[in-house]
């Protein structure tokens, strides 16, 4: 059973950073590439960024060259390092694992969810 919990969220001002965690369970997690997503009210699920097993990262163009992804193998944690915030980054951030299929920006492409946490960024 693979658990995924997120922490980290809050509220913070225009401009701010908030560093979000993934704790995940299972000790296959070294193998699999760990994803974030955010939905805000009324919106679907976005992508938000990706980490692979090696390390290697890739960002949706909205959070791109603001948001960055790590993860430390030796805690079974990821991170998304979040960083200019505005506004419209408000939403419910979710972490998830790659199933294993060739892509990374899609939910379908995920097989487990954490439960979220709340981001909120004032003007």
Do not use: H
């Amino acid at each position: 059973q693979v658990q995924l919990v997120e922490s980290g969220g809050g509220l913070v001002q225009a401009g701010g950073s908030l560093r979000l965690s993934c704790a995940a369970s299972g000790r296959t997690f070294t193998s699999y590439g760990m994803g974030w997503f955010r939905q805000a009210p009324a919106k679907g699920r976005e992508f938000v960024g990706y980490i692979s097993g090696s390390g290697d990262t890739y960002y949706g163009s909205s959070v791109k060259g603001r948001f960055t992804c790590s993860r430390d193998m030796t805690k079974n944690t990821v991170y998304l390092q979040m960083n200019s915030l505005k506004p419209e980054d408000t939403a419910v951030y979710f972490c998830a694992r790659q199933a294993g299929g060739p892509t990374v920006v899609f939910e379908t492409d995920y097989d487990y969810w954490g439960q979220g946490t709340q981001v909120t960024v004032s003007s």
